[in-house]
């Protein structure tokens, strides 16, 4: 059933992806944001009162740092939905599991570094240093050799480029968004909840960046776009919560991550229906790229 929810949320959001498409035609990205955070506290607040889920926590710093890197992968994901093909915005956006890679690399290039240092100062605590990432280090390299096929940097105009470099910068902050959802489902954070805490996070977000980017004139009916992004929203974080909150092992934690790609499929079909935003040969090469080298991050990050 884990298996099940991811597909859902992946299907749900890009649904929604394509609203915030037809949205940001009269809204820029803050007010998206907003709307989107109002309409989703609403309905959450509902449903929690509906289920018997009381909104109080007693982790407020867990909730408040997972709004913060959500709301930023989001505004960057909206941004670039906005100015790239519905397919492109989206596979920049499911990058999260080269990013966690990159991360983890870090980490390990700043333990060898710590080591070699303690070894220096007493050999006699010497130890075996942990071999180089070099399998991670591959992943990485492929996923984001995928990413210059997907975008061909000879044929695509600037305005093209800021919005593809604020959508990888949004799949970075996807993959802390996504940590922390773990960790509040660990720490037995109902879904209901942390799906409201990141709504009230966007609408306060969204709000704030408001006062300095202005406020779009109301467009009239197309202004009901606003709608569908909310609730939608709202419906695919607690799916995917719940994905992630019921792979309660590393190889079902793994299933789950890496069935989030199934979005990019999704997203490529309402694409090329609604927008007529077709993907060449060479833009598949690359999302088959970025898909394997992010599947084989996250089943090597489960090893170690």
């Keep these: ?14 649904v929604m992806s394509v609203c915030v498409k037809f949205a940001s035609r009269d809204f820029n990205a803050a007010e998206i944001i907003f709307y989107r955070g109002l309409v989703s506290m609403a309905l959450l607040a509902l449903l929690a009162r509906h289920s018997g889920v009381t909104l109080a926590t007693r982790y407020p710093r867990e909730h408040a740092w997972r709004s913060l890197v959500g709301v930023i992968s989001m505004g960057a994901w909206f941004y670039a939905i906005g100015h ?9 956006n499911s990058m999260s599991s080269i990013w966690m890679a990159v991360l983890l690399i870090a980490q390990g290039l700043w333990m060898r570094h710590t080591l070699r240092k303690s070894y220096a100062a007493q050999p006699e605590t010497r130890r075996a240093i942990p ?33 593809a470099t604020g959508g990888l910068f949004g799949g970075m902050f996807a993959a ?6 773990s960790t509040l489902s660990r720490l037995g954070e109902p879904e209901t909840r942390v799906v409201f805490y990141f709504s009230m996070g966007s609408a306060i977000a969204g709000g ?12 009239g009916w197309s202004a009901l776009w606003l ?22 092992t590393k190889r079902n934690t793994l299933v789950v991550a890496n069935l989030q790609y199934s979005g990019i499929v999704f997203a490529a079909l309402l694409s090329l229906m609604l927008f007529g935003e077709s993907i060449p040969l060479i833009g598949w090469a690359g999302i088959a790229l970025i898909v394997i080298s992010g599947a084989a991050a996250t089943a090597l990050r489960s090893r170690s």
């Design 1 to 14: 059933m884990r298996a099940l929810w991811m597909v859902l949320a992946a299907l749900i959001f890009a």
């Design 84 to 92: 790239l093909p519905l397919a492109t915005a989206t596979t920049l």
């Design 131 to 163: 071999p180089f990432p070099w399998a991670l280090v591959s992943t990485v390299f492929l996923g984001f050799v995928g990413v210059l096929l997907v975008l061909r940097p000879t044929s695509a105009p600037t305005s093209e480029w800021i919005a």
């Design 176 to 181: 802390m968004a996504y940590m922390q959802v």
């Design 208 to 219: 704030i960046t408001m006062l300095f980017t202005g406020v779009s004139p109301f467009p």
């Design 227 to 248: 709608l569908p992004v909310g609730v939608l929203a709202a419906v695919a974080q607690v799916c995917m919560t719940k994905a992630y909150a019921s792979a309660e």
